[in-house]
Nanobody
Framework: VQLVESGGGLVQAGGSLRLSCRAS????????MSWYRQVPGKEREEVAL????????DYTGSVKGRFIISRDNAKNTIYLQMNSLKAEDTAVYYC?????????WGQGTQVTVSS
């Protein structure tokens, strides 16, 4: 099983980034997929999730209207389009795949927003 994130980097406040997470080793469409983020000294926070068929999405309040999660089951990939980025969005962003009994994590990608 692998979850490989990409697309992180340094961006100015107000800018945009798109993260990708490519999955392998499991039946991708059976899994709820999420993006989490974590800053040093704080708990990992779920930012957005998407159901297996992509029909249901949800976001934490601080990113609603700015971030969009999507998935392409043909490519075993999820995305996080991040717009109007703020300094407080700076974190390591992690891809997560889960069912009721299984939980997989990626290695994370750093997003830094300069103010």
């Amino acid at each position: 099983v692998q979850l490989v994130e990409s697309g992180g980097g340094l961006v100015q406040a107000g800018g945009s980034l798109r993260l990708s997470c490519r999955a392998s080793g499991f039946t991708f469409s059976n899994y709820v997929m999420s993006w989490y983020r974590q800053v040093p000294g704080k708990e990992r926070e779920e930012v957005a999730l998407i159901s297996g068929d992509g029909g249901v999405t949800d976001y934490t309040g601080s990113v609603k209207g700015r971030f969009i999660i999507s998935r392409d089951n043909a490519k075993n990939t999820i995305y996080l389009q991040m717009n109007s980025l703020k300094a407080e969005d700076t974190a390591v962003y992690y891809c997560n795949a889960r069912t009721i009994i299984i939980n997989y994590w990626g290695q994370g990608t750093q997003v830094t927003v300069s103010s």
